[in-house]
C-alpha cells in the first residue's frame, strides 16, 4: 500500500510538471509569434491568475529563455 501511494504521488507530480512545460511551451510560441508578451495577456491566453502567469515567467526569466523589461504596467517579456 505504501508503495503504491508513493507511485501515485511520483505520477501525479510527473503529470503535473508534464502541464506546466506544456504551458511554458505556449508561452514561447505568443512570444515567438508576436514579439513580446505581458504578464496579462499570459492570463488571457492560458487562462490562469495573475500569480501563476508571475510564475511562468519568472520561470521563463530563469531559464534564460526570456528577458524582463520595464517597470510596473509597462513590463514586457520578449526572447533571450
Known amino acids: 500500500n505504501r508503495e503504491t501511494a508513493k507511485e ?6 510527473r503529470a503535473k510538471l508534464e502541464i506546466r512545460s506544456s504551458k511554458l511551451e505556449r508561452i514561447m510560441e505568443a512570444i515567438n509569434a508576436k514579439g513580446q508578451m505581458t504578464n496579462d495577456k499570459v492570463q488571457l491566453l492560458l487562462g490562469v491568475s495573475d500569480a501563476t502567469a508571475v510564475r511562468y515567467l519568472s520561470i521563463l526569466v530563469r531559464e534564460g529563455r526570456v528577458i524582463r523589461e520595464g517597470r510596473g504596467n509597462a513590463v514586457r517579456y520578449r526572447k533571450n
Open 8 to 13: 501515485l504521488s511520483i505520477k501525479a507530480h
